[in-house]
């Protein structure tokens, strides 16, 4: 069997190392010249030095939000430190530790795009990609497809009204690189989540005022430095600089920096793959992973606020339990059903349909049920209530949560170290 892998960060580099343990022949096409996917830091932002996209989102003086213990695969964990908050490097090197480690680097394709992945009357896929530095264009056909493109590649900017008269600078965290740049400005910064919360700490150290917009109940009592406000939403842009917020209020603004997340995009798939994608609900997708339609078509990766790698690895070794006939799928209209009732609950308890993959409390059950399916071992729970203590600190002792390191004693139990 030969199996095409779409990009070479985390969740590539572990499906690779899967697949060749299986026995199957694979390739793994990685639009950069390096290894490590979102973890690869460039000064560039738009365009690379051929004219294509640059998909990185990484920025200077990155520390993780989840400690190394978490971070780490289960039969290669991140090599013993002091702390266990990482830099964008250290977790880089660890990425290129496992790579050389497993030997995967000879299966990489670098400096190259996926153009177009169509299914073949044969059951087969056909994969056409072009090499960045010549413009070569060649065309492969793989028995399956692992699409590990990443979840960063499709800024979500919000609309903002008469955003078009503004005069000072909006950007997407996507694009943001450093806070230096923004030394004694006023800045607002749009969102809660996790880049949110870190561009506004980081931008403040330089920034004259920070007002950071959300309406993020749980942000609400995040503590930051004296010259961040905690702002309503932005309702419109009403002078040359000058922003109306949702509580009436106004505020003359030098930069608007929207850390408001992405959208699944997946440009490469032909139209004849049948993958839709409403309000960052990917259909049809089983275990929100396998193309129930074509099931040697999966996902690596949709599923967010998870342990990532960890699940990277699970979902990967679940995948090939099913290429290798050591487990059967549900029938087309049985994955269909079991797809829909989940996401009936998941609506019923008040998520929306773009939170459709996302997990949090789901996660643990998520694990079990794939491991279960699949007879495959599932991820400790201790790394899910490591998951959890990590994200509870972020919101609510931002400024010093990642000086708290761990170490894991067993399956079911951690302890706080210094």
């Given at each position: 069997m030969r199996v095409g892998i779409i990009g070479a960060g985390a969740a590539g580099l572990t499906s690779a190392r899967h697949v060749i343990q299986n026995g199957f022949q694979c390739d793994v096409f990685e639009i950069s010249d390096k290894i490590g996917g979102v973890w690869v830091y460039t000064d560039r932002v738009g365009h690379d030095e051929y004219g294509y996209p640059v998909y990185s989102a990484m920025y200077q003086n990155l520390r993780t939000n989840l400690p190394k213990e978490v971070m780490g695969f289960p039969d290669f964990p991140v090599p013993d430190k002091e702390k266990s908050y990482l830099t964008q490097k250290e977790v880089l090197q660890f990425l290129n530790q496992y790579a050389d480690y497993f030997e995967l680097r000879q299966h990489v394709k670098f400096n190259?795009?996926?153009?177009?992945?169509?299914?073949?009357?044969?059951n087969k896929w056909e994969l056409t990609h072009v090499f960045k530095h010549t413009n070569e264009v060649?065309?492969?056909?793989?028995?399956?497809?692992?699409?590990?493109?990443?979840?960063?590649?499709?800024?979500?900017?919000?609309?903002?009204?008469?955003?078009?008269?503004?005069?000072?600078?909006?950007?997407?965290?996507?694009?943001?690189?450093?806070?230096?740049?923004?030394?004694?400005?006023?800045?607002?910064?749009?969102?809660?989540?996790?880049?949110?919360?870190?561009?506004?700490?980081?931008?403040?150290?330089?920034?004259?005022?920070?007002?950071?917009?959300?309406?993020?109940?749980?942000?609400?009592?995040?503590?930051?430095?004296?010259?961040?406000?905690?702002?309503?939403?932005?309702?419109?842009?009403?002078?040359?600089?000058?922003?109306?917020?949702?509580?009436?209020?106004?505020?003359?603004?030098?930069?608007?920096?929207?850390?408001?997340?992405?959208?699944?995009?997946?440009?490469f798939l032909d139209e004849s793959c049948g993958i839709r994608i409403d309000d960052k609900f990917i259909q049809p997708l089983y275990k929100h992973m396998i193309h129930l339609e074509k099931p040697t078509m999966c996902f690596i990766g949709i599923p967010y606020n998870v342990c990532t790698f960890r699940m990277f690895d699970l979902q990967a070794r679940y995948y090939c339990e099913y290429l290798k006939g050591s487990m059967s799928l549900p029938s087309?209209?049985?994955?269909?059903?079991?797809?829909?009732?989940?996401?009936?609950?998941?609506?019923?308890?008040?998520?929306?349909?773009?939170?459709?993959?996302?997990?949090?409390?789901?996660?643990?059950?998520?694990?079990?049920?794939?491991?279960?399916?699949?007879?495959?071992?599932?991820?400790?729970?201790?790394?899910?209530?490591?998951?959890?203590?990590?994200?509870?600190?972020?919101?609510?002792?931002?400024?010093?949560?990642?000086?708290?390191?761990?170490?894991?004693?067993?399956?079911?139990?951690?302890?706080?170290?210094?």
């Open positions: 190259c795009m996926v153009t177009n992945v169509r299914p073949l009357p044969n060649s065309t492969n056909e793989y028995d399956a497809i692992m699409v590990c493109n990443g979840q960063y590649n499709e800024p979500f900017e919000p609309t903002i009204e008469n955003v078009d008269n503004y005069s000072g600078e909006v950007i997407h965290s996507h694009i943001y690189r450093s806070a230096e740049k923004y030394k004694d400005k006023r800045i607002l910064t749009v969102g809660a989540g996790p880049s949110g919360l870190d561009l506004t700490l980081q931008v403040a150290k330089f920034a004259k005022k920070v007002y950071f917009s959300h309406h993020f109940e749980k942000a609400s009592i995040t503590k930051f430095p004296p010259n961040v406000e905690h702002i309503t939403d932005v309702k419109r842009i009403v002078g040359d600089k000058t922003v109306e917020f949702a509580n009436g209020s106004r505020h003359d603004i030098d930069v608007i920096i929207l850390c408001t997340g992405y959208r699944f995009k997946f440009p087309t209209e049985e994955m269909r059903r079991i797809t829909d009732e989940e996401m009936q609950k998941r609506w019923a308890a008040g998520l929306s349909k773009r939170d459709s993959h996302i997990m949090n409390e789901y996660q643990e059950d998520y694990f079990n049920d794939l491991a279960k399916e699949a007879n495959i071992e599932t991820i400790s729970p201790v790394y899910v209530k490591l998951y959890d203590m990590s994200i509870m600190k972020l919101y609510t002792d931002l400024m010093n949560f990642r000086e708290i390191n761990y170490r894991v004693i067993d399956d079911e139990n951690y302890t706080v170290v210094n």
